[in-house]
């Protein structure tokens, strides 16, 4: 019998009734108890490490589940992590790269109603996260609505609907039927290598969603307040060389070792600043290219990688290397490009 260890935080599925609407009001052993009690494959302990919507979750709060996992992973088979939905992508993404070589299954999950509803997707989808925290493979992964979603690639783009989750230029690790486990791709495992617990962090990184009309003036703030800077840019990563032109301002920020990431505003194929002359204005060396990862993947990586090193050049390095499977560079894309050009 496999020994699961649940952690939680919150989030909607903790979620009661308050004055001012719905809160996290729930203990971890309160929702361990729904956990099915038909399943003999494993058994739950429960541990309470936040109470939090996770609106609220903050880098730090990500640095302490990452510590939970790390101080009991010798004890449990795998681990569960209830989380709120809003900021669930950015919180496994963060924790892919601070929980290094694991060789277990950490798996979060949540729901969009609470788990004391009657027409709740929550018994679902703890009941399949447990599941999937039996498996024997190691690394971060979002279960929500019978998907398995590798923890770099998971995206809310939903507000309501139970189907809020999707996998974003990744397939979907496996998918969950009534207990059933049927992976859509073959899955390497992490053999032989001793997990790593890297948790420094520096949370000094702004995501700038640029629009028509972006001030260049607001790049000076930037400069002097943050030591990474995000710019999520218009189709293949652009940016406006006309009128309002960024592209003086952006290489100021390059020039004063702010560390700047380009991506792009569409959720899937990537960002490529090579094909058009608004992406190749803006294509100073030093500036990192974020390929195919998701925002929610860009941020807290950035912020691991300054929490490394204050190197530029490194942190380019570290950014443009695939961790966790949270770049894929796609060889048929890349030669469709050049048949273009």
Not at 150 to 157: C, E
Not at 208 to 220: V, Y
Request: proline content about 4%; glycine content about 8%; overall charge negative.
């Amino acid at each position: 019998m496999k020994k699961i260890l649940l952690l939680t935080t919150g989030g909607t599925i903790a979620s009661v009734r308050g004055e001012n609407g719905l809160t996290p009001g729930m203990t971890d052993e309160e929702i361990a108890s729904y956990f099915p009690e038909q399943n003999r494959r494993y058994k739950v302990e429960s541990r309470a490490l936040m109470e939090i919507d996770s609106t609220n979750m903050q880098p730090e709060g990500w640095v302490r589940i990452a510590e939970a996992v790390f101080e009991h992973f010798d004890h449990y088979d795998g681990f569960v992590i209830t989380h709120g939905t809003d900021t669930m992508g950015y919180t496994s993404a963060a924790l892919s790269y601070m929980l290094q070589n694991i060789v277990k299954p950490v798996v979060m999950t949540g729901s969009q109603v609470p788990i004391t509803y009657e027409h709740t997707d929550a018994m679902r989808n703890i009941g399949d996260a447990a599941r999937f925290a039996c498996e024997d493979l190691g690394g971060v992964f979002v279960v929500f609505d019978g998907k398995v979603i590798n923890g770099t690639r998971a995206v809310k783009v939903k507000t309501r609907s139970f189907h809020a989750f999707t996998s974003i230029n990744y397939p979907y690790v496996a998918m969950i039927d009534r207990g059933e486990v049927k992976y859509t791709k073959p899955v390497s495992q992490v053999r032989g290598k001793t997990v790593k617990l890297e948790v420094s962090l520096c949370p000094d990184v702004f995501l700038l969603k640029l629009h028509p009309g972006s001030k260049p003036e607001l790049f000076d703030f930037l400069k002097d307040h943050y030591k990474g800077v995000i710019i999520e840019g218009f189709g293949l990563g652009g940016v406006p060389t006309q009128g309002r032109s960024l592209i003086m301002k952006i290489n100021e920020l390059v020039q004063s070792g702010v560390a700047v990431v380009m991506t792009t505003q569409c959720l899937e194929e990537g960002e490529d600043r090579t094909l058009y002359e608004v992406g190749r204005q803006a294509a100073d060396e030093r500036i990192i290219s974020s390929k195919d990862m998701n925002s929610e993947a860009i941020v807290p990586k950035l912020m691991w990688a300054l929490g490394k090193t204050p190197d530029v050049r490194e942190v380019k390095r570290i950014m443009e290397t695939p961790i966790a499977d949270d770049i894929a560079v796609s060889v048929r894309g890349e030669l469709e490009r050049l048949d273009f050009l």
